[in-house]
Antibody, heavy 119, light 107 residues
Framework: QVQLVQSEAEVKKPGASVKVSCKAS????????IHWVRQAPGQGLQWMGR????????SYAQKFQDRVTMTRDTSITTAYMELSRLRSDDTAVYFC????????????WGQGTLVTVSS | DIQMTQSPSSLSASIGDRVTITCRAS??????LNWYQQKPGKAPKLLIY???TLQSGVPSRLSGSGSGTEFTLTISSLQPEDFATYHC?????????FGQGTKVEIK
């Protein structure tokens, strides 16, 4: 079955970086985009950007443009999201999710990775 | 950015009730509206895409409708597994944006 499995929870200090992984299985990794969406505690969902696993091309939300980097390793069907210069308000659950090209609804989603930013 | 506003933010309902959730967009999104269900501690699950197309495996008591800037998600007869938070998302223009969520609770 199609599955996205994310890395474990992380605790980081302000100013540090975090890199979250998303391992895809059950489908052709290069046939679908991977998106990253975050959810702060008790808040709604916020789209951060997406990567085309075939080309490595990315599109980032302007809010994160200068701090986020999305990459992939096709040999191990894994996508990554790195967020730098962390602040306390980056504390959130980070999800990866799949979409078809030109069909920007997300299915399925990874289980989520909690990133806590605290001094 | 396109702003998405859901109403109500929360509601209490009983098993068997008909429930309607509204999502309004700040501009015409031409039917590019998707709905998700999220249970506590879990990832969202796609229910409906392009305003009214039911994702495979989603029960038919759920339906979506709307056009332009106003959309609705309807649950015709609320079941125990439907108690959750529902999110709308527009896929008309980048950045893709979500509503703030509607929590459906047991009365």
């Amino acid at each position: 079955q199609v599955q996205l499995v994310q890395s474990e929870a992380e605790v980081k200090k302000p100013g540090a970086s975090v890199k979250v992984s998303c391992k895809a299985s059950g489908y052709t990794f290069t046939a679908y985009y991977i998106h990253w969406v975050r959810q702060a505690p008790g808040q709604g969902l916020q789209w951060m950007g997406r990567i085309n696993p075939t080309t490595g091309g990315t599109s980032y939300a302007q809010k994160f443009q200068d701090r986020v980097t999305m990459t992939r390793d096709t040999s191990i069907t894994t996508a990554y999201m790195e967020l730098s210069r962390l602040r306390s308000d980056d504390t959130a659950v980070y999800f990866c999710a799949r979409s078809d090209e030109g069909e920007d609804w997300f299915d399925p989603w990874g289980q989520g990775t909690l990133v806590t930013v605290s001094s | 950015d396109i702003q998405m506003t859901q109403s109500p933010s929360s509601l209490s309902a009983s098993i068997g009730d008909r429930v309607t959730i509204t999502c309004r967009a700040s501009q015409n999104i031409n039917g590019y509206l998707n709905w998700y269900q999220q249970k506590p501690g879990k990832a969202p699950k796609l229910l409906i895409y392009l305003a009214s197309t039911l994702q495979s495996g989603v029960p038919s008591r759920l339906s979506g409708s709307g056009s332009g800037t106003e959309f609705t998600l309807t649950i015709s007869s609320l079941q125990p597994e439907d108690f959750a938070t529902y999110h709308c998302q527009q896929s008309y223009g980048v950045p893709w944006t979500f509503g703030q969520g509607t929590k459906v609770e047991i009365k």
